[in-house]
């Protein structure tokens, strides 16, 4: 898993299994990558799960977007959360320029989860998919309502953002076998944390879920 940003040191941005990429480890191939900081840090990571031959990652993107260096390697499941106005002088100053840029991490012939959005950052979503030939899932109140589980993480975004993430791990692209790289490309980390479990252990994800 790669998520972002750290609380106390870097290395918690990268674990395999939960646990973190040792601090020597990190700092090797942190040293090797090239480009600015957030894509050190994806390339490193990405090079980390290959040398231990992790078979499926999630990746939470920087901004998100086309630009994001995430976007440089193949992914069968998208999540994109709700859309607001942050980053403005980068990703734009409306929520459609703003969707524009997320959407830009949907994959040709992928999933894509998403939540109720404002109604033109939602056009914007249901035109990339259409024009990418993506299959939809629109996660709803009522969906987070019926997860029938105890969060412990904290705050009003947390029903919707577990039920989105058991939502991609049940994605039939993660389920298919001999898969060439199934990345799920997730552009927040509490919507990351659930894809760590697959099948009837989902729902106890959200029971376990703690910061390295």
Request: glycine share 8%; hydrophobic share 40%.
């Amino acid at each position: 898993m790669f998520t972002s940003p750290h609380i106390v040191r870097k290395e918690e941005r990268i674990r395999i299994n939960g646990e973190c990429i040792p601090e020597r480890e990190m700092d090797a191939l942190f040293e090797k990558a090239e480009g600015n900081y957030f894509t050190k840090l994806t390339h490193a990571a990405m090079k980390w799960f290959a040398e231990n031959g992790v078979q499926c990652a999630v990746l939470e993107v920087g901004l998100g977007g086309k630009k994001d260096p995430t976007n440089l390697y193949p992914a069968d499941v998208n999540v994109i959360t709700r859309i607001g106005i942050d980053h403005a002088e980068i990703l734009g100053d409306t929520i459609e320029k703003i969707a524009e840029e997320k959407c830009g991490i949907i994959r040709k012939g992928g999933f894509v989860v998403t939540q109720e959005q404002r109604r033109g950052a939602m056009r914007i979503i249901e035109r990339t998919c259409a024009m990418r030939s993506a299959e939809l899932h629109v996660v709803t109140k009522r969906d987070a309502e019926e997860l029938g589980v105890e969060l412990r993480a904290l705050g009003s975004s947390q029903p919707i953002n577990a039920a989105m993430a058991m939502t991609a791990v049940r994605a039939p692209h993660t389920t298919r076998e001999n898969t060439s790289n199934p990345a799920a490309v997730v552009p927040q980390m509490c919507s990351a944390e659930g894809a760590a479990c697959a099948g009837k252990d989902v729902p106890s994800a959200a029971l376990i879920w703690a910061w390295p």
